[in-house]
């Protein structure tokens, strides 16, 4: 049996290839890196609350949270 993905999402930056993405920085920046998935997300009455983008590496998988057009969460998940 595989044991469960590990995730942390106190983490303040993430390296994608040769790029550093920050908490702060702008949605620019994350799309320039060519995300995986973009996910909507949405409050509990189904406004909109950000953007989730997901980037596949090798082991891992790296969420980037974007609200207001800045990026305000960097979750990394080991599978």
């Not at 390296?15 to 920050?22: E, F, H, P, S, T």
Request: hydrophobic share 35%; charged share 30%.
């Amino acid at each position: 049996m595989a044991a469960p993905a590990a995730a942390s999402c106190e983490l303040s930056s993430a390296r994608l290839g040769n790029a550093l993405l920050k908490v702060g920085d702008s949605e620019r920046k994350v799309l320039e890196k060519e995300p995986d998935r973009t996910v909507r997300l949405e409050n509990r009455r189904g406004g909109a609350a950000g953007i989730r983008y997901d980037f596949y590496l090798r082991g891992k998988t790296i969420q980037v949270y974007v609200r207001g057009g800045r990026i305000s969460t960097i979750c990394h998940i080991n599978e």
